[in-house]
């Protein structure tokens, strides 16, 4: 055998190789563990799904981690985590990117609809924006609430960090390209509702389950206010899909997680903490 071939045999058998390492650590985490990480929106839902649902014949712990859409899915990506939760539609970079060398391809799962919802102080004497003054505000064109039949106050913007799925949601659906430099960027919901609670002059948007009525003052947009029922219908001008992504179809525990969120017991739990859930078969 010529010494070229010996080179281009040993060179094939490395490739293989590789590919073989970097499938298998790509298909899953230790045996042990089911890791599900990402959306601040979704965690909750998820910790309270992991809290009831058992994992029949594994003795795998379920470990739920946040952070935001972006992170979850840069784990799921690293082959670091089984379940990406994204609070928003993937983009087409995004799966692109990830089918470069990786297979199998990113699967979503829709399992809930949620409204974006814009806050205000409860003794903010404004009830609705419409689309184009929220996008004005973000913008930075508006920045006294007397501009749009407030007090003569200056707005606070509060808005969520980069890597937020809420926050791309928000500005996709809004058309808004370039934020206020002096927008505060928070890392969670939460932090935005403490933000908005506290400050009578501040302005936020988080995801409707986290409102709290008791703290801060959900605004209707372009009249239509931001409920359960015009959620539901699609009619509230900012409603996204939370989703679930992992690599490829579904497949054992993974799958078993996911379907339990379909059940009577699981879509309950969707419900309970304040957003839709679809079925399997639903359009989106």
């Given at each position: 055998?010529?010494i070229?071939?010996?080179?281009w045999m040993?060179?094939?058998?490395?490739?293989?190789?590789?590919?073989?390492?970097?499938?298998?650590?790509?298909?899953?985490?230790?045996?042990?563990?089911?890791?599900?990480?990402?959306?601040?929106?979704?965690?909750?839902?998820?910790?309270?799904?992991?809290?009831?649902?058992?994992?029949?014949?594994?003795?795998?712990?379920?470990?739920?981690?946040?952070?935001?859409?972006?992170?979850?899915?840069?784990?799921?990506?690293?082959?670091?985590?089984?379940?990406?939760?994204?609070?928003?539609?993937?983009?087409?970079?995004?799966?692109?990117?990830?089918?470069?060398?990786?297979?199998?391809?990113?699967?979503?799962?829709?399992?809930?609809?949620?409204?974006?919802?814009?806050?205000?102080?409860?003794?903010?004497?404004?009830?609705?924006?419409?689309?184009?003054?929220?996008?004005?505000?973000?913008?930075?064109?508006?920045?006294?609430?007397?501009?749009?039949?407030?007090?003569?106050?200056?707005?606070?913007?509060?808005?969520?960090?980069?890597?937020?799925?809420?926050?791309?949601t928000?500005?996709?659906?809004?058309?808004?390209?370039?934020?206020?430099?002096?927008?505060?960027?928070?890392?969670?919901?939460?932090?935005v509702?403490?933000?908005?609670?506290?400050?009578?002059?501040?302005?936020?948007?988080?995801?409707?389950?986290?409102?709290?009525?008791?703290?801060?003052?959900?605004?209707?947009?372009?009249?239509?206010?931001?409920?359960?029922?015009?959620?539901?219908?699609?009619?509230?001008?900012?409603?996204?899909?939370?989703?679930?992504?992992?690599?490829?179809a579904?497949?054992?525990?993974?799958?078993?997680?996911?379907?339990?969120?379909?059940?009577?017991?699981?879509?309950?739990?969707?419900k309970?903490?304040?957003?839709?859930?679809?079925?399997?078969?639903?359009?989106?």
């Amino acid at each position: 055998m010529k010494i070229n071939q010996i080179r281009w045999m040993i060179l094939l058998v490395v490739i293989l190789f590789v590919l073989i390492f970097v499938g298998y650590s790509l298909t899953g985490q230790s045996e042990k563990e089911l890791i599900i990480a990402g959306s601040t929106t979704i965690f909750p839902i998820i910790e309270k799904i992991a809290d009831n649902f058992d994992l029949e014949g594994s003795d795998k712990e379920i470990f739920v981690i946040g952070g935001s859409s972006e992170y979850g899915l840069s784990l799921l990506n690293n082959g670091e985590a089984d379940i990406a939760t994204v609070s928003r539609d993937l983009t087409t970079y995004e799966i692109e990117q990830y089918c470069i060398l990786r297979y199998p391809s990113l699967y979503v799962t829709t399992i809930a609809r949620d409204g974006v919802l814009v806050v205000v102080n409860p003794k903010n004497n404004i009830d609705n924006l419409t689309s184009s003054q929220i996008r004005d505000i973000y913008t930075g064109r508006i920045r006294n609430w007397k501009d749009v039949g407030g007090e003569d106050r200056e707005i606070v913007l509060l808005g969520r960090v980069s890597s937020s799925g809420t926050r791309q949601t928000f500005e996709s659906l809004l058309n808004i390209d370039k934020v206020r430099d002096d927008m505060v960027s928070l890392s969670a919901n939460s932090s935005v509702l403490l933000g908005v609670s506290e400050d009578e002059n501040a302005i936020g948007y988080i995801g409707h389950g986290y409102l709290d009525p008791s703290r801060v003052k959900a605004l209707s947009v372009d009249d239509i206010e931001g409920n359960i029922e015009n959620i539901s219908k699609g009619v509230y001008p900012l409603v996204r899909n939370l989703n679930l992504v992992t690599r490829g179809a579904p497949k054992g525990d993974i799958k078993d997680f996911i379907d339990f969120m379909f059940s009577k017991e699981g879509k309950n739990i969707i419900k309970e903490e304040g957003y839709i859930p679809i079925s399997y078969n639903e359009e989106v």
